[in-house]
């Protein structure tokens, strides 16, 4: 194939011949060696390293060996041969790196030794281990305060590593944890903790095993969770009826062929997945909710009045719950055509919704970044578990909440206490197992980081892995945010452009990946991680290190909780990393729920944390799952008005060939996109009615009350299926447009997935003259 773009619609099914293809591509385009291929065979093994892939569990984690395409990009790309050291940044000033693109920079392989911004010459320069640390704990000493030091986590941290981390960083004295979760599904926290008493899903595979109705909200399995599909295909093959909730056609959501399946593949054949397709507008999903629970109640009115067996499940609301009359009327006043506008689905079309989730007997609701990236967030994803409620569709098998994870070790890293609003029993705790005086004051997240850091609160950012200047919102504000630090420090497997956004010093720590052993003083080592269903598991890497100079994460925050604290901690940070299992049991010390954690993580496959919802028993402030009243929001803020400008709101998307701001390749497969990412998804109609066509190039510009302009230039229109009025872009190209103050009520997780922007003929000379407000990231 050239690479000239090409943006035409996808036919086959998702998974299948394509995903086997595309696995031997990037194999060998990352110049894996032979052994690295059979990498692959010890991902989620009992024996082997955890997918860094995503957070979906493993069947099992014992038999068969799980096939994931994406999973094995993951693998490929931090099993490659090519390798940045020394003498690649002897050759690149940052200035000049900076030019490059995000995916150039990434592609250039993995980090060999810890490097150290040199001002007088703008390289990355050589440094010895024990000299960064010792830089880094001069830096902290010397802070006025230690809220001044900033300490972010992005999701593949082991267990192991963040409960040190925040050891370390507790002790140090603050309680400044942004994380990725902050950006991901901080309203699922929120929502459920409040509603059913634990932040977590309540379900585990066996649940889905035994499920009559799957429904999916704004999630992309077939991109980003492949093995779900899996799991949707098997229960669809026993009849289970999958409903999607998307305003794109998602390929992965509609068809699916399984590269485990041999006799499918041979015979092209592939599973039909969701049974129905609600294609809703973009943040439609709390009115969907709403008129599903209208219907229900109706329904459920109608057949008492008839003298016939109610609909709910009176005795579950009866003695589990609580709310219900004020929810009850507050769904009653709601209006069908408001229904029928805010979420772009008929009447009928909700009933329809509503119809299917009355035949279920065991219902499981997932969603993803469709739901949490938005203003209200946590209302919606309350009145999902709302309606899951109504039945009694929490806490008995087949039935269930789901939010899907992201990272790998995302749901492991909260539950080791990276969180910046920590619970005060927890902090107590930590006094008593470890003999010191944990700061109680919250921390900041990631939006509270890059305000601290604008506005000179913050001076030493720290990063536990991610990519922290492109992940976050509003680039441009946060890039210059991040410059205004006196040091910067990133632990990381690959170089990427947080580290080229530098404060006056700047580290780079490059450690081991999960792949690789991890060798201590008491031998190879393992890590635990825990999936998005609460499994807990070990996860030990095969390949030989990238470079003799890597650290495990443990290892370097042990050296620089050493360094930095000195005399001031008794905690025994070298005596810890020489054997993890002793970090372990410092980890059954503090939470009940990892008692005797050595011994049963040490069996194949791990185990349950357990989910007290899931157990009916409800950690709620009533005591009880709480049904949670909202009516329709009042209007946000008014938008600048723009004359005889269309507007549409943008959510933001993953493609197929990347992982966050991680880029695979070019191409998104199922959406039909070949060697482009700035493209715009638009439907037809509104393509037709900006007087344009599909593959001019346009620039989008958002619309916020603070009369900041921000704008994206140059991408290409493909008519899509999608609803009027709403488009699609790819993550994290399109940041520069998400303002830094517009995130989801209580949980201020940026609203990534509906933003207000007109679309306007790309104009290059415009481009030439503002291209430097634009960040690198976008222009490269
Ligand atoms: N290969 C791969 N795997 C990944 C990742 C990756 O980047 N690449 N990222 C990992 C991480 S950190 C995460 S959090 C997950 C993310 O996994 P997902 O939650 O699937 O993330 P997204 O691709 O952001 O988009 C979600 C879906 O929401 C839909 N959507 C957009 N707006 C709305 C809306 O208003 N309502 C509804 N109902 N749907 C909407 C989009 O069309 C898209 O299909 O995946 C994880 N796994
Ligand atoms: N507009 C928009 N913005 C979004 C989103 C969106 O949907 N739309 N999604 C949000 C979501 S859900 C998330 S989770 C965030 C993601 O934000 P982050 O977690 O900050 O970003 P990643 O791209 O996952 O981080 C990739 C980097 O991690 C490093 N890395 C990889 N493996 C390891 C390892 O084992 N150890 C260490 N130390 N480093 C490693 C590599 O250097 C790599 O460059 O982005 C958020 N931003
Ligand atoms: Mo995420």
Redesign the pocket.
Same mark, same amino acid.
């Given at each position: 194939m050239s690479d000239r773009p090409e943006i035409k619609p996808y036919k086959g099914p998702a998974g299948g011949w394509g995903a086997l293809r595309s696995v031997a591509v990037n194999l060998l385009r990352q110049d894996v060696p032979v052994k690295g291929g059979l990498t692959l065979l010890h991902t989620n093994q009992p024996d082997g390293f955890d997918c860094?892939g995503c957070a979906w569990p493993d069947r099992e984690h014992a038999s068969t060996f799980e096939f994931c395409e994406n999973g094995a990009k993951a693998v490929a790309f931090?099993a490659t041969s090519r390798r940045v050291g020394p003498e690649f940044f002897a050759k690149h000033s940052v200035e000049e790196l900076a030019r490059y693109s995000d995916y150039w920079l990434?592609d250039q392989g993995r980090?060999t030794h810890p490097m150290r911004y040199n001002p007088a010459t703008g390289h990355y320069e050589a440094v010895a281990w024990d000299e960064a640390f010792a830089c880094i704990a001069s830096k902290l000493n010397g802070l006025a305060s230690p809220d001044e030091a900033i300490f972010?986590t992005?999701?593949?941290?082991s267990n192991e590593a963040a409960f040190l981390y925040q050891l370390f960083v507790r002790q140090f004295g603050t309680n400044n944890f942004p994380d990725?979760?902050n950006?991901?599904?901080e309203p699922s926290g929120v929502g459920l903790i409040e509603q059913i008493g634990v932040g977590k899903g309540t379900v585990t595979l066996h649940d889905f095993e035994q499920a009559d109705l799957i429904m999916v909200f704004g999630q992309n399995p077939g991109t980003n969770h492949p093995r779900m599909l899996g799991e949707l295909r098997r229960a669809v093959q026993r009849g289970a009826r999958v409903l999607a909730f998307n305003p794109l056609r998602e390929r992965g959501l509609e068809r699916f062929a399984d590269p485990q399946d041999a006799l499918e593949m041979l015979h092209n054949g592939s599973e039909r997945i969701a049974s129905e397709y609600y294609q809703l507008r973009i943040g439609g999903d709390f009115a969907v909710a709403a008129g599903m629970i209208k219907h229900v109640l109706e329904r459920d009115a109608e057949e008492r009045a008839a003298g016939r067996a109610p609909l709910l499940d009176d005795a579950f609301i009866a003695e589990h719950t609580d709310g219900f009359a004020a929810f009850r009327a507050e769904v009653e006043a709601l209006r069908w055509h408001e229904l029928e506008t805010l979420s772009g689905l008929s009447e009928s079309r909700i009933r329809d919704a509503g119809k299917r989730y009355l035949h279920a007997e065991r219902a499981i609701v997932c969603w993803g970044?469709g739901i949490?990236?938005h203003k209200r967030a946590v209302a919606t994803i309350q009145m999902l578990v709302n309606l899951m409620l109504l039945r009694g569709h929490v806490g008995r098998p087949g039935a269930g909440i789901c939010p899907v994870r992201?990272?790998s070790n995302?749901q492991g890293d909260r539950t080791m206490g990276i969180y910046e609003q920590p619970a005060p029993a927890f902090l107590d705790r930590l006094r008593d197992v470890f003999g010191f005086e944990p700061p109680r004051a919250h921390g900041v997240d990631v939006i509270g980081a890059i305000e601290a850091m604008r506005d000179g609160r913050g001076k030493v950012f720290f990063?536990?892995?991610?990519?922290?200047a492109?992940?976050?919102?509003d680039s441009a504000a946060t890039q210059a945010a991040l410059r205004q630090c006196e040091l910067t420090v990133?632990?990381?497997?690959?170089?990427?452009r947080?580290h080229l956004v530098h404060g006056q010093d700047a580290l780079i720590l490059p450690?081991?990946?999960?792949t690789e052993i991890d060798l201590q003083a008491g031998g190879p080592q393992s890590v635990s991680v825990e999936d998005s269903m609460s499994m807990v598991h070990l996860s030990g890497g095969i390949n030989a290190p990238a470079s003799k100079d890597l650290l495990s994460?443990p290892a370097i925050v042990a050296r620089l909780a050493q360094a930095t604290l000195g005399k001031r901690s008794d905690t025994p940070w070298t005596w810890l990393v020489e054997d993890y299992d002793r970090i372990r049991d410092q980890i059954a010390r503090v939470f009940e729920e990892f008692a005797d954690f050595n011994a049963r993580v040490h069996v194949p496959g791990g185990f349950h944390l357990g989910n007290s919802a899931g157990r009916r028993e409800w950690r709620t402030a009533t005591g009880k799952a709480r049904f949670m009243a909202h009516g329709i929001a009042a209007e946000d803020d008014p938008l600048p008005e723009v004359p005889e400008q269309r507007v549409f709101t943008l959510t933001?998307?993953?493609s197929h060939d990347q $992982?966050?701001? #991680?880029l695979y390749g070019l191409n998104d497969r199922y959406r039909g996109v070949h060697n482009e990412r700035k493209v715009v998804f638009a439907n037809a109609a509104d393509i037709a009615e900006l007087g344009l066509n599909a593959g001019d190039r346009v620039d989008i510009e958002s619309l916020h009350h603070d009369g900041v302009r921000r704008i994206v230039r140059g991408f290409v229109l493909a008519g899509y299926d999608i609803p009027r009025g709403c488009i699609g872009a790819y $993550?994290?190209e #399109?940041?520069p447009l998400?303002p830094l103050d517009s995130y989801a009520e209580r949980a201020r997780t940026?609203t990534?997935?509906a933003i207000p922007v007109v679309l306007r003929m790309h104009d290059p000379a415009q481009a030439q003259a503002q291209a430097r407000d634009i960040p690198a990231a976008v222009v490269g």
């Open positions: 860094p931090e990434e980090l972010y992005s999701g593949r941290t990725c979760s950006m991901c599904h970044m949490t990236q992201g990272h995302v990063a536990m892995g991610g990519n922290f492109v992940a976050t919102p990133h632990v990381a497997t690959k170089l990427n947080s450690c081991l990946g999960r994460e933001t998307l993953r $992982y966050n701001t #991680t $993550y994290p #399109t940041n998400v940026p990534s997935k």
